[in-house]
DNA sequence: CAGATAATTACGAATATGGTTAACTATTTC
DNA sequence: GAAATAGTTAACCATATTCGTAATTATCTG
């Protein structure tokens, strides 16, 4: 009954570091370091979230083609089509509801 | 920077009970009972899982017109507005991205 | 091969979160 | 007014998160 996906972007996207994290990868992908700098933490305390985010799908990693010491991080793009889909039928149900109540209305004014 | 409004959306929803709380009242309203039965957890703490869904805007309460001890709690309407814009703004940003990376394999295969 | 660099994993401490039982408040019913 | 009911707040405990420093791994550069 619980959608273990959903959960675990919701997670990822609670913290703050994390979605500072996402608002910066949008724009283009980030080298961990640069994103740690952004976020002012240390940088093993960036890699512990990239590595949450990685768990939970939002973000992939791959290595610079020149130096693979470097690890490249972005955005995956269907990251949040759950999040999306739960939100869609959030919005379908209220829906449901509004004309529900409408019709109680009517019902009660006659 | 950082969003206070989308933060709290995002931490209350995080957790699986109060997910499963906001599936419930999306279906219809529910008393405060009700929602700790089925969620199986005990009233105290379902009653704070109320309080951090109310504080992040996610649920109202009120009581109940002909007996004022039971709360009835529903889903805010505009609830989850600021989340699907941020949704929304990550979409378009990607899609961006997208069109510029079209753009430069244009550019290297010439 | 000997640094230097990019990033991760290991570890211990501080803080936050969530759960339960017990006590309390407010309201209704007899 | 006394007992019952709905729900919240209080107090306490267990677990999970998150942080920074230190140690480690892997790769590059001279």
Do not use: C, N
Request: hydrophobic content about 40%; glycine content about 2%.
């Amino acid at each position: 009954m619980s959608a273990p996906g959903l959960d675990r972007t919701l997670a990822a996207l609670a913290d703050p570091h994390r979605r500072r994290v996402v608002d910066l990868l949008r724009e283009r992908p980030h080298r961990a370091g640069e994103l740690a700098q952004a976020a002012r933490i240390s940088f093993p305390a960036m890699s512990r979230h990239l590595r949450t985010l990685r768990k939970s799908g939002l973000v992939e990693e791959d290595r610079d083609e020149f130096d693979s010491r470097v690890r490249i991080y972005r955005l995956r793009p269907d990251a949040m089509a759950e999040l999306k889909t739960w939100l869609a039928e959030t919005d379908a149900l209220w829906a449901r509801q509004l004309s529900a109540f409408k019709a109680h209305l009517q019902k009660t004014s006659k």
